[in-house]
Protein backbone atom coordinates (compact mmCIF):
# COMPACT_ATOMS: atom_id res chain seq x y z
CA UNK A 1 0.00 0.00 0.00
CA UNK A 2 1.19 3.14 -0.89
CA UNK A 3 1.16 6.66 0.90
CA UNK A 4 0.36 10.03 0.01
CA UNK A 5 1.59 13.20 1.53
CA UNK A 6 -0.65 15.88 2.18
CA UNK A 7 1.64 18.96 2.16
CA UNK A 8 0.08 22.19 0.41
CA UNK A 9 1.45 23.03 -2.87
CA UNK A 10 3.36 20.16 -3.37
CA UNK A 11 2.23 18.88 -5.88
CA UNK A 12 1.41 21.03 -10.09
CA UNK A 13 -2.29 20.69 -9.68
CA UNK A 14 -2.06 22.82 -6.00
CA UNK A 15 -0.55 25.90 -8.55
CA UNK A 16 -3.54 25.31 -10.95
CA UNK A 17 -6.37 27.63 -11.26
CA UNK A 18 -9.48 26.04 -10.42
CA UNK A 19 -12.22 26.47 -13.83
CA UNK A 20 -14.99 24.04 -12.52
CA UNK A 21 -15.66 24.21 -8.36
CA UNK A 22 -18.71 22.26 -6.90
CA UNK A 23 -19.64 22.47 -3.54
CA UNK A 24 -22.26 20.02 -1.68
CA UNK A 25 -24.33 19.53 -4.82
CA UNK A 26 -26.98 17.13 -4.68
CA UNK A 27 -29.58 15.75 -7.04
CA UNK A 28 -32.62 13.81 -6.67
CA UNK A 29 -35.53 12.32 -8.77
CA UNK A 30 -38.67 12.28 -6.99
CA UNK A 31 -37.52 10.78 -3.47
CA UNK A 32 -34.55 8.97 -4.24
CA UNK A 33 -31.12 11.27 -4.00
CA UNK A 34 -29.11 10.31 -6.45
CA UNK A 35 -25.84 12.67 -5.60
CA UNK A 36 -25.24 13.85 -2.01
CA UNK A 37 -22.91 16.50 -0.97
CA UNK A 38 -20.60 16.19 -3.79
CA UNK A 39 -17.42 18.01 -4.02
CA UNK A 40 -15.22 18.49 -7.43
CA UNK A 41 -12.59 21.05 -8.53
CA UNK A 42 -11.47 20.41 -12.02
CA UNK A 43 -7.95 22.81 -13.45
CA UNK A 44 -7.03 24.13 -16.68
CA UNK A 45 -4.54 22.29 -18.28
CA UNK A 46 -5.70 19.21 -16.35
CA UNK A 47 -7.08 15.89 -16.90
CA UNK A 48 -9.58 15.04 -14.21
CA UNK A 49 -10.99 11.04 -14.57
CA UNK A 50 -14.01 10.76 -12.50
CA UNK A 51 -14.93 7.11 -11.99
CA UNK A 52 -17.34 4.97 -9.85
CA UNK A 53 -18.99 1.81 -10.16
CA UNK A 54 -22.05 1.01 -12.82
CA UNK A 55 -25.07 3.43 -10.26
CA UNK A 56 -22.16 5.59 -8.50
CA UNK A 57 -24.04 9.09 -10.35
CA UNK A 58 -21.00 9.80 -13.08
CA UNK A 59 -23.80 10.48 -15.48
CA UNK A 60 -25.96 12.25 -13.54
CA UNK A 61 -22.84 14.48 -12.09
CA UNK A 62 -21.69 15.48 -15.38
CA UNK A 63 -25.56 16.05 -16.84
CA UNK A 64 -25.73 18.45 -13.76
CA UNK A 65 -22.64 20.48 -14.84
CA UNK A 66 -23.86 20.34 -18.76
CA UNK A 67 -27.38 21.53 -17.42
CA UNK A 68 -29.03 18.64 -18.21
CA UNK A 69 -30.64 17.80 -14.88
CA UNK A 70 -30.25 21.31 -12.77
CA UNK A 71 -28.98 20.34 -9.42
CA UNK A 72 -31.25 20.96 -6.86
CA UNK A 73 -28.99 22.62 -4.09
CA UNK A 74 -24.64 23.47 -3.70
CA UNK A 75 -22.69 25.84 -5.04
CA UNK A 76 -21.37 25.78 -8.62
CA UNK A 77 -18.73 28.20 -9.55
CA UNK A 78 -17.14 28.54 -12.87
CA UNK A 79 -13.74 30.06 -13.67
CA UNK A 80 -14.32 31.78 -9.99
CA UNK A 81 -17.51 33.26 -10.50
CA UNK A 82 -21.10 31.60 -8.86
CA UNK A 83 -23.56 30.53 -11.80
CA UNK A 84 -26.86 28.61 -11.79
CA UNK A 85 -27.20 26.13 -14.84
CA UNK A 86 -30.29 24.76 -15.53
CA UNK A 87 -30.08 24.08 -19.58
CA UNK A 88 -27.25 23.24 -21.84
CA UNK A 89 -27.19 26.64 -23.94
CA UNK A 90 -26.15 28.40 -20.57
CA UNK A 91 -23.83 25.53 -19.88
CA UNK A 92 -22.17 25.81 -23.85
CA UNK A 93 -22.03 29.78 -23.16
CA UNK A 94 -19.63 29.32 -20.56
CA UNK A 95 -17.85 26.83 -22.33
CA UNK A 96 -18.48 23.60 -21.43
CA UNK A 97 -18.97 21.03 -23.73
CA UNK A 98 -19.93 17.49 -23.84
CA UNK A 99 -18.70 14.13 -26.15
CA UNK A 100 -21.20 11.64 -24.78
CA UNK A 101 -20.86 7.78 -25.18
CA UNK A 102 -22.73 7.60 -28.26
CA UNK A 103 -20.91 10.83 -30.09
CA UNK A 104 -24.04 11.75 -31.58
CA UNK A 105 -22.70 12.36 -35.66
CA UNK A 106 -24.76 11.82 -38.34
CA UNK A 107 -23.78 8.89 -40.56
CA UNK A 108 -24.75 10.86 -43.92
CA UNK A 109 -23.11 13.76 -43.37
CA UNK A 110 -19.59 14.73 -43.89
CA UNK A 111 -17.04 16.14 -40.97
CA UNK A 112 -17.74 20.12 -41.91
CA UNK A 113 -21.18 19.42 -41.35
CA UNK A 114 -20.93 17.29 -38.26
CA UNK A 115 -18.84 20.07 -36.87
CA UNK A 116 -20.98 22.69 -37.46
CA UNK A 117 -24.65 21.10 -37.19
CA UNK A 118 -27.24 23.40 -35.69
CA UNK A 119 -24.70 26.26 -35.70
CA UNK A 120 -23.63 26.62 -39.36
CA UNK A 121 -21.73 30.10 -40.45
CA UNK A 122 -23.82 32.10 -42.87
CA UNK A 123 -22.64 34.65 -45.41
CA UNK A 124 -25.14 36.73 -46.80
CA UNK A 125 -27.85 34.46 -46.09
CA UNK A 126 -26.23 31.56 -47.52
CA UNK A 127 -24.12 28.63 -45.67
CA UNK A 128 -20.46 29.74 -45.37
CA UNK A 129 -18.93 26.51 -46.50
CA UNK A 130 -15.48 28.02 -47.04
CA UNK A 131 -15.02 29.27 -44.16
CA UNK A 132 -16.41 26.29 -42.09
CA UNK A 133 -14.03 24.26 -43.88
CA UNK A 134 -11.55 25.84 -43.44
CA UNK A 135 -12.11 26.52 -39.30
CA UNK A 136 -12.71 22.37 -39.45
CA UNK A 137 -9.21 21.57 -41.12
CA UNK A 138 -7.35 24.64 -38.90
CA UNK A 139 -9.19 22.54 -35.86
CA UNK A 140 -7.95 19.33 -36.65
CA UNK A 141 -4.58 20.48 -37.53
CA UNK A 142 -4.41 21.99 -34.04
CA UNK A 143 -5.43 18.87 -32.42
CA UNK A 144 -2.24 17.48 -34.59
CA UNK A 145 -4.97 15.12 -36.10
CA UNK A 146 -3.90 13.43 -38.84
CA UNK A 147 -5.77 10.27 -39.91
CA UNK A 148 -8.57 11.77 -41.51
CA UNK A 149 -7.86 12.54 -45.46
CA UNK A 150 -10.35 15.11 -46.18
CA UNK A 151 -12.97 16.91 -44.07
CA UNK A 152 -15.01 16.35 -46.69
CA UNK A 153 -15.41 12.98 -45.80
CA UNK A 154 -18.69 10.98 -44.78
CA UNK A 155 -18.69 10.59 -41.52
CA UNK A 156 -20.26 6.83 -42.31
CA UNK A 157 -16.22 6.19 -43.93
CA UNK A 158 -14.65 6.73 -40.40
CA UNK A 159 -13.02 4.19 -37.93
CA UNK A 160 -14.48 4.39 -34.24
CA UNK A 161 -10.95 6.43 -33.52
CA UNK A 162 -12.15 8.89 -36.22
CA UNK A 163 -15.51 9.49 -35.48
CA UNK A 164 -14.52 10.13 -31.82
CA UNK A 165 -11.78 12.28 -32.71
CA UNK A 166 -14.48 14.18 -35.01
CA UNK A 167 -16.86 14.18 -31.88
CA UNK A 168 -14.08 15.86 -29.53
CA UNK A 169 -13.06 18.02 -31.97
CA UNK A 170 -16.36 19.47 -32.59
CA UNK A 171 -16.07 20.14 -28.56
CA UNK A 172 -13.28 22.23 -29.09
CA UNK A 173 -14.27 23.71 -32.44
CA UNK A 174 -16.57 26.74 -30.10
CA UNK A 175 -13.65 28.24 -27.95
CA UNK A 176 -14.61 25.69 -25.12
CA UNK A 177 -12.86 26.00 -21.58
CA UNK A 178 -14.06 22.42 -20.19
CA UNK A 179 -14.27 19.18 -22.24
CA UNK A 180 -16.27 16.18 -20.75
CA UNK A 181 -15.41 13.04 -22.41
CA UNK A 182 -17.92 10.05 -21.76
CA UNK A 183 -16.32 6.78 -21.92
CA UNK A 184 -14.04 7.60 -25.32
CA UNK A 185 -12.30 4.63 -25.68
CA UNK A 186 -15.24 2.50 -25.32
CA UNK A 187 -15.49 0.00 -28.24
CA UNK A 188 -12.14 1.09 -29.70
CA UNK A 189 -9.14 -1.37 -30.57
CA UNK A 190 -5.77 -0.93 -29.13
CA UNK A 191 -4.57 1.27 -31.80
CA UNK A 192 -7.33 3.29 -31.81
CA UNK A 193 -7.50 3.80 -28.29
CA UNK A 194 -4.11 5.15 -27.99
CA UNK A 195 -4.65 7.86 -30.69
CA UNK A 196 -7.68 8.58 -28.38
CA UNK A 197 -5.68 8.96 -25.45
CA UNK A 198 -3.23 10.74 -27.08
CA UNK A 199 -5.98 13.77 -27.78
CA UNK A 200 -7.35 13.57 -24.69
CA UNK A 201 -3.40 14.18 -23.24
CA UNK A 202 -3.80 17.13 -25.46
CA UNK A 203 -6.50 19.10 -24.75
CA UNK A 204 -5.25 19.32 -21.84
CA UNK A 205 -1.45 20.35 -22.88
CA UNK A 206 -3.19 23.41 -24.56
CA UNK A 207 -5.02 24.67 -21.17
CA UNK A 208 -8.37 23.07 -21.58
CA UNK A 209 -9.66 21.32 -18.63
CA UNK A 210 -10.98 18.40 -19.24
CA UNK A 211 -13.31 15.72 -17.17
CA UNK A 212 -12.49 11.69 -18.51
CA UNK A 213 -15.19 9.49 -17.45
CA UNK A 214 -14.04 5.96 -17.92
CA UNK A 215 -13.98 2.36 -16.02
CA UNK A 216 -10.52 1.32 -17.97
CA UNK A 217 -8.20 2.03 -15.15
CA UNK A 218 -5.32 2.01 -17.29
CA UNK A 219 -7.05 4.24 -19.38
CA UNK A 220 -7.38 6.37 -16.44
CA UNK A 221 -3.85 6.23 -15.36
CA UNK A 222 -2.38 6.94 -18.53
CA UNK A 223 -3.56 10.29 -19.06
CA UNK A 224 -5.17 11.79 -15.73
CA UNK A 225 -3.69 14.42 -13.64
CA UNK A 226 -5.79 13.63 -10.44
CA UNK A 227 -8.79 10.77 -9.91
CA UNK A 228 -12.41 11.89 -8.85
CA UNK A 229 -14.29 8.90 -7.27
CA UNK A 230 -17.92 8.66 -6.90
CA UNK A 231 -19.23 5.41 -4.64
CA UNK A 232 -22.84 5.18 -4.27
CA UNK A 233 -23.80 8.99 -4.99
CA UNK A 234 -21.28 10.46 -2.54
CA UNK A 235 -17.61 11.77 -3.88
CA UNK A 236 -15.29 9.59 -1.95
CA UNK A 237 -11.88 11.39 -2.74
CA UNK A 238 -10.06 13.28 -5.52
CA UNK A 239 -6.45 12.40 -4.98
CA UNK A 240 -3.80 13.42 -7.70
CA UNK A 241 -2.92 10.64 -10.15
CA UNK A 242 0.52 10.20 -9.26
CA UNK A 243 -0.06 9.43 -5.56
CA UNK A 244 -2.47 6.37 -6.08
CA UNK A 245 -1.90 2.29 -8.05
CA UNK A 246 -4.22 0.84 -9.95
CA UNK A 247 -5.00 -1.16 -6.57
CA UNK A 248 -6.45 1.82 -4.46
CA UNK A 249 -8.42 3.60 -7.36
CA UNK A 250 -9.61 -0.16 -7.47
CA UNK A 251 -10.27 -0.02 -3.35
CA UNK A 252 -11.73 3.41 -3.58
CA UNK A 253 -14.64 2.48 -6.31
CA UNK A 254 -15.87 -0.32 -4.14
CA UNK A 255 -16.29 1.65 -1.23
CA UNK A 256 -12.84 2.57 0.10
CA UNK A 257 -12.37 6.08 1.78
CA UNK A 258 -8.76 7.95 2.14
CA UNK A 259 -8.31 8.36 5.71
CA UNK A 260 -5.25 10.61 7.67
CA UNK A 261 -2.32 8.78 9.62
CA UNK A 262 0.15 10.23 10.98
CA UNK A 263 -0.10 13.41 8.85
CA UNK A 264 -0.18 11.28 5.63
CA UNK A 265 -3.15 10.12 3.33
CA UNK A 266 -3.72 5.83 2.99
CA UNK A 267 -6.83 3.98 1.30
CA UNK A 268 -8.44 1.55 3.63
CA UNK A 269 -9.94 -1.40 2.83
CA UNK A 270 -14.15 -1.43 1.75
CA UNK A 271 -14.68 -3.49 4.65
CA UNK A 272 -13.23 -0.53 7.00
CA UNK A 273 -15.40 1.96 5.85
CA UNK A 274 -19.05 3.30 7.28
CA UNK A 275 -19.62 5.35 4.82
CA UNK A 276 -23.73 5.27 4.41
CA UNK A 277 -25.28 4.44 1.66
CA UNK A 278 -26.57 6.02 -1.17
CA UNK A 279 -28.43 5.00 -4.40
CA UNK A 280 -28.91 5.39 -7.73
CA UNK A 281 -31.30 5.07 -10.52
CA UNK A 282 -31.79 2.66 -12.67
CA UNK A 283 -30.75 3.70 -16.74
CA UNK A 284 -34.65 3.76 -17.43
CA UNK A 285 -36.18 6.22 -15.08
CA UNK A 286 -32.74 8.65 -15.69
CA UNK A 287 -31.95 8.30 -19.37
CA UNK A 288 -29.08 6.54 -18.61
CA UNK A 289 -26.99 6.75 -15.45
CA UNK A 290 -23.04 4.85 -14.63
Keep these: MTTMTTEPGSHPSAHAAPLLE ?12 VLHDVDLTVRLGHVTALVGDNGAGKSTLIKGVAGIHAFDSGDYRFDGN ?3 VSNPKQANALGIEVVYQDLALCDNLDIV ?3 FLGRET ?4 FLDEISMEQRAAETLAGLSVRTVKSVRQ ?3 SLSGGQRQTVAIARAVLWN ?26 RLADRGLAVILISHNMNDVLAVADDIAVLYLGRMTAQVEAKDVTH ?9 GVLVKE ?29
Design 247 to 255: NEVVQLITG
Design 262 to 290: GGELKVTEPEATDLKSGTDLPPSETGGQS
Design 122 to 125: LASG
Design 176 to 201: SKLVILDEPTAALGVAQTEQVLRLVR
Design 22 to 33: LRGVNKSFGPVQ
Design 113 to 115: QNL
Design 82 to 84: PVH
Design 154 to 156: KVA
